[in-house]
């Protein structure tokens, strides 16, 4: 024989359940808060907001922050009182570390001076007060004519095989990921030359530039393709769709992947 359920009791069991399902709601729209360090190569066209759009026209809940300053690299952001502030008030579930290019053409020597250094204590402060956080480098890419100021590096191919042999000792030694934008950025100019990625300083990223670096990172970030992506006004938008489809390729490329690793 079936007890009847009072109505005291099917009152308390409706607010148990609108509990557990508000809680239930609120775990699968947890805010995922992502902070971009960097120089202008990042806020250039307000890439990171570029990023948060293209993130959220594929359904992911975001917030995402940046702390940039043009020229900077890693040795002066480690200085800087704003990161510090960042790192100890605010909680970061992903935060992505560029340098400054050059650097990573510099001899061994300002690396250990230098970089090394700056590196050690803004990772240090980073595995002291956000623990949670995945942390990834930021390869950027070649300039367009290579490095006019070293010989050795005066094409963009032999430029861009030194920042990634740069940012991949950095993770080898630091156990963080690359995000290899430079790698994609320059197999996508050389896919489709005609494509317009600088601007006419043949270094800064035009605003379909920094669109492939927005859509790179959501793949890298993610996991996911960028395809079917919020456009978010691109001029041409042939060019949005074509660079959507690369990135999907080239994230799915062992060569993506292998930078992706903490470590070979």
């Known amino acids: 024989m079936h007890k009847r359920i009072s109505g005291r009791t099917s009152s308390h069991l ?33 890439m990171p907001k570029l990023f948060e759009e293209i993130a959220r026209s594929k359904g992911e809940q975001l917030s995402v922050s940046h702390i940039t300053r043009g020229k900077y690299t890693f040795y002066l952001q480690s200085k800087r009182k704003k990161l510090y502030h960042a790192l100890h008030d605010q909680e970061w579930d992903v935060i992505v570390l560029q340098g400054s290019s050059r650097d990573m053409l510099r001899d061994s020597a300002r690396f250990k001076k230098r970089t090394y250094p700056a590196l050690d204590k803004m990772l240090g402060m980073i595995q002291k007060n956000q ?20 010989k050795q590096f005066s094409d963009p191919d032999s430029m861009l095989e030194a920042v990634a042999a740069g940012y991949s000792n950095l993770r080898d030694r630091y156990k963080v990921p690359v995000i290899p ?3 994609v950025w320059r197999s996508y100019h050389v896919t489709y030359p005609e494509a317009n990625l600088y601007l006419r300083d043949n270094s800064h990223p035009s605003y379909e530039g920094s669109y492939l670096v927005a859509c790179t990172m959501y793949s890298a970030i993610y996991g996911k393709s960028p395809e079917g992506a919020d456009q978010v006004a691109i001029l041409n938008q042939n060019e949005s769709t074509r660079i959507q489809r690369f990135i999907n390729k080239q994230y799915r490329t062992s060569e993506f992947q292998f930078y992706l690793k903490d470590s070979i």
Request: glycine share 6%; net charge positive.
């Open 181 to 183: 934008v430079g790698k």
């Open 131 to 150: 623990k949670a956080a995945k942390v990834y480098f930021y390869m950027t890419w070649p300039y367009r004519k290579g490095d006019p100021k070293t």
């Open 14 to 46: 409706f607010v148990l359940l609108l509990v557990v399902l508000c809680f239930s709601c609120s775990q699968s729209k947890k805010t995922t808060h992502i902070l971009f360090v960097g120089n202008s190569y990042t806020y250039r066209n307000n």
